[in-house]
Each structure stands twice: as C-alpha cells, then as structure tokens.
Nanobody, 116 residues
C-alpha cells in the first residue's frame, strides 16, 4: 500500500514555472514506477509523464516534452514534476500515480492554473 500526497500547485502566468511534489508513504516506494496525470475541466484524465522505479527511464507526452521534467528521489520517497514555459492549456488538476504489477495508487491531486 502506498499513500500519495501532491503539493506545489498554484496560479502562475503563462511562461512561468512550477514544481510539483508527490510525497509517498508506505512500503518499498522505490519499487514503484511513477507518473503524473492531469485532468482539465470537461476533459478526460490524460497521462503527462512517467518515470521508472530507479529513475533511469523517463517518458513524456508530446504536449509537454521539452518543457516538463519528471524526477524522483527514492531516499525521500518523493517524485517531482518540474514544469517550465507553462501555457494556459496546461491548466488542470495534476495527479501523482504509482504502480507495480497490478497495483495502482493515486494522489488527491493539486490544482495548476496558468493565466494568459
């Protein structure tokens, strides 16, 4: 069982930056692959970025590639999402996700709002 808590969301102007954090509690967090998803009003939840259990592999949706960076610190049981060059279309609730085998865990989400 893993409990995930996101933080770092807020209001930022277009072109600005935010760093989201996802703090995990539970056993063997370093065994989990992690990712970030987002859901804008009236839209389905979409995958944004993923990272392997070791942090050695990272993956990005085309819409954020080159602007967002996912990372993790397994000594702190935390996953990060550095978001640069933010756009109004990045406005959404951002969710942290952890997975291993058939197990899936979600955080409660943090709101990111980008003003034009």
């Amino acid at each position: 069982q893993v409990h995930l808590v996101e933080s770092g969301g807020g209001l930022v102007q277009a072109g600005g930056s935010l760093r989201l954090s996802c703090a995990a509690s539970g056993r063997a967090f370093s065994d989990y692959a992690c990712g970030w998803f987002r859901q804008a009003p009236g839209k389905e939840r979409e995958w944004v970025a993923g990272i392997s259990w070791s942090g050695g592999m990272t993956y990005y949706a085309d819409s954020v590639k080159g602007r967002f960076t996912i990372s993790r610190d397994n000594t702190k049981d935390t996953v990060y999402l550095q978001m640069n060059s933010l756009r109004p279309e990045d406005t959404a609730v951002y969710y942290c996700h952890a997975a291993i085998d058939a197990l899936r865990f979600w955080g409660q989400g943090t709101q990111v709002t980008v003003s034009a």
